[in-house]
T-cell receptor, first 113, second 115 residues
Framework: GQQVMQIPQYQHVQEGEDFTTYCNSS?????IQWYKQRPGGHPVFLIQ?????EVKKQKRLTFQFGEAKKNSSLHITATQTTDVGTYFC?????????????FGPGTSLSVIP | DTGVSQNPRHKITKRGQNVTFRCDPI?????LYWYRQTLGQGPEFLTY????????KSRLLSDRFSAERPKGSFSTLEIQRTEQGDSAMYLC?????????????FGPGTRLLVL
C-alpha cells in the first residue's frame, strides 16, 4: 500500500534559523495538505497543494509540491518560538480510496529561544 | 476554535470495560472522520461517514470497535472490552464536501488510558 515518509523526524533550531521538512510518497498524489499540531493540541490545517510544481507562501512559510506529485516540502524562514509543533503532510492518492487520506509520521520542530 | 467538539476529553478505564466517545462536527459538514493517534505518531485513519452512511473502515478497526452516526450529525465511537493497546488519542474531524475543498477540521480529541 501507499507509504508516506517525512524527514527529519525531529529538528531543533535556534530561533531565527530556517527550517525545512520533506514529505515523500510512494505513489503519485492527487493533492497534499499540511497540518500543524502544537504540543497537546490537535492538527490544524495549513495549506493544500494540488498542481504539479505548485508553490504557495504564507508569511514565513513556503510550501512546494514536486513536479512528479510524489513529494512536498515545507520551509519556514527565520523560525520563531510560535512555530514549535509537529508538522504533518497529509496525502491523498489516486491509489487510495476516494476520501481516505494518509498522514505522514510528522516532523517535530523545537525552537530554542 | 474549530467548531468540532469531542467528549469526554479524557477517559481512564480498566481493561475489559467498554467506553464510548462522542463527536459533534461543524453543523454543515457532511463528512465525519475518526482517527487514532499514539504518542509521537501521526493520526491513523479509522473510519469515515458521509452523512449517516459509514463508507469505509480501516483494518485497524477491529470487531471491538464500532462507530455510528445515526442522524448524520454527531457520531459515537465505542470500544468494547478495552485493551491496554487501545490507549491513545482519538481524534474526530469533519469537512464539507465541495469541489477542491478537502480541509478537515479536527476536534480536540479524547485521550483514552486503559489500565
Amino acid at each position: 500500500g501507499q507509504q508516506v515518509m517525512q524527514i527529519p523526524q525531529y529538528q531543533h533550531v535556534q530561533e531565527g534559523e530556517d527550517f525545512t521538512t520533506y514529505c515523500n510518497s510512494s505513489t503519485t498524489l492527487s493533492n497534499i495538505q499540511w497540518y500543524k499540531q502544537r504540543p497537546g493540541g490537535h492538527p490544524v490545517f495549513l495549506i493544500q497543494l494540488v498542481k504539479s510544481g505548485e508553490v504557495k507562501k504564507q508569511k514565513r512559510l513556503t510550501f512546494q509540491f514536486g513536479e512528479a506529485k510524489k513529494n512536498s516540502s515545507l520551509h519556514i524562514t527565520a523560525t520563531q518560538t510560535t512555530d514549535v509543533g509537529t508538522y504533518f503532510c497529509v496525502c491523498s492518492s489516486y491509489e487510495t480510496s476516494y476520501d481516505k487520506v494518509i498522514f505522514g509520521p510528522g516532523t517535530s520542530l523545537s525552537v530554542i529561544p | 476554535d474549530t467548531g468540532v467538539s469531542q467528549n469526554p476529553r479524557h477517559k481512564i478505564t480498566k481493561r475489559g470495560q467498554n467506553v464510548t466517545f462522542r463527536c459533534d462536527p461543524i453543523s454543515e459538514h457532511n463528512r465525519l472522520y475518526w482517527y487514532r493517534q499514539t504518542l509521537g505518531q501521526g493520526p491513523e485513519f479509522l473510519t469515515y461517514f458521509q452523512n449517516e452512511a459509514q463508507l469505509e473502515k480501516s483494518r485497524l478497526l477491529s470487531d471491538r470497535f464500532s462507530a455510528e452516526r445515526p442522524k448524520g450529525s454527531f457520531s459515537t465511537l465505542e470500544i468494547q472490552r478495552t485493551e491496554q493497546g487501545d490507549s491513545a488519542m482519538y481524534l474526530c474531524a469533519s469537512r464539507f464536501t465541495a469541489l477542491g475543498e478537502e480541509t478537515q477540521y479536527f476536534g480536540p480529541g479524547t485521550r483514552l488510558l486503559v489500565l
